[in-house]
């Protein structure tokens, strides 16, 4: 990780929050989480934006079946966001990996930017975090840290909300995200509580096979909708942190009675 010396400060009431996801470690269904809860959001009329900041490997416009050729954050501050839906944008990612170090300041400055246009904004990320991930977490309203039930996705995550704290990020913005945790025990459980020393641990039904056969296709709008895992569950995560950084949002009861976990 390059060296990085944000500020960690509040924000202004006057900018959209920004929340953030990562991860330390590859596969954990972070983009797709970001996705669904983009979704989530303008469906309720919130108008959102998503910004891949994985500038090497962000795939999302080739999930979403978008032309290469449309803007990206190749232009960085001149980038131009593609319409997903009505109240929904996409600020792509770029075609081409090597060019993320030398956009990496202008990806910064366009998020922040873009706090004035949208009543919602957010980041996902790379596996391998850099300066960007480092003034996308200190200027978060939010901070989703996403893992798997993998041992070493866990340990992952111990190391990643050490190095949060030594950015200075209060731990009241960090959320702790458990995907995947289909069939996991409640001692399981609450030996990764245990490890993250945490008091809320949001957990995620298992979808592998209905995300990648849906989102695969370009059909994250047809996911939503059916509600299928673990759409009802970031629903619900939504329903308890949104109001937190001012937005109101909650879980649609025909939802809410089919989530995995109770």
Same mark, same amino acid.
Do not use: N, T
């Given at each position: 990780m390059d060296p990085v010396q944000p500020t960690c /400060? %509040? &924000?202004?009431?006057r900018r959209a929050p920004l929340i953030t996801l990562v991860s330390a470690s590859g596969g954990v269904g972070k983009s797709t989480i970001a996705l669904i809860a983009a979704h989530l959001t303008a469906a309720r009329g919130t108008k959102t934006a998503i910004v891949e900041g994985d500038l090497q490997f962000g795939d999302m416009g080739f999930w979403l079946g978008l032309d290469v050729k449309l803007s990206s954050l190749?232009?960085?501050?001149?980038?131009?966001?593609?319409?997903? /839906? %009505? &109240?929904l944008d996409l600020f792509k990612a770029p075609i081409l990996p090597e060019v993320a170090e030398e956009i990496s300041e202008a990806t910064a400055r366009l998020v922040e930017g873009s706090r004035t246009s949208y009543d919602l904004v957010i980041a996902d990320t790379g596996q391998f975090w850099s300066g960007l991930t480092g003034e996308l977490l200190c200027n978060s309203d939010l901070v989703?840290?996403?893992?798997?039930?993998?041992?070493?996705?866990?340990?992952?995550?111990?190391?990643?909300?050490?190095?949060?704290?030594?950015?200075?990020?209060?731990g009241a913005r960090i959320a702790f995200v458990l995907n995947r945790a289909s069939g996991l025990s409640r001692g399981?459980?609450?030996?990764?509580?245990?490890?993250?020393g945490c008091e809320e641990l949001f957990r995620l039904a298992?979808?592998?096979?209905?995300v990648e056969a849906l989102v695969g296709t370009g059909?994250?709008?047809?996911?939503?909708?059916?509600?299928?895992?673990p759409t009802s569950d970031v629903e619900s995560l939504l329903a308890a942190l949104?109001?937190?950084?001012g937005i109101e949002f909650s879980a649609s009861e025909r939802k809410r009675a089919r989530r995995f976990f109770p």
């Open positions: /400060s %509040a &924000q202004s009431a190749a232009q960085g501050e001149a980038c131009i966001p593609v319409p997903i /839906s %009505a &109240q989703l840290l996403v893992m798997d039930q993998r041992r070493s996705s866990v340990y992952g995550a111990i190391k990643a909300l050490e190095l949060c704290q030594r950015l200075g990020i209060p399981e459980i609450e030996r990764i509580e245990d490890s993250l298992d979808g592998k096979a209905s059909r994250i709008e047809e996911l939503v909708e059916e509600g299928a895992s949104l109001p937190r950084i």
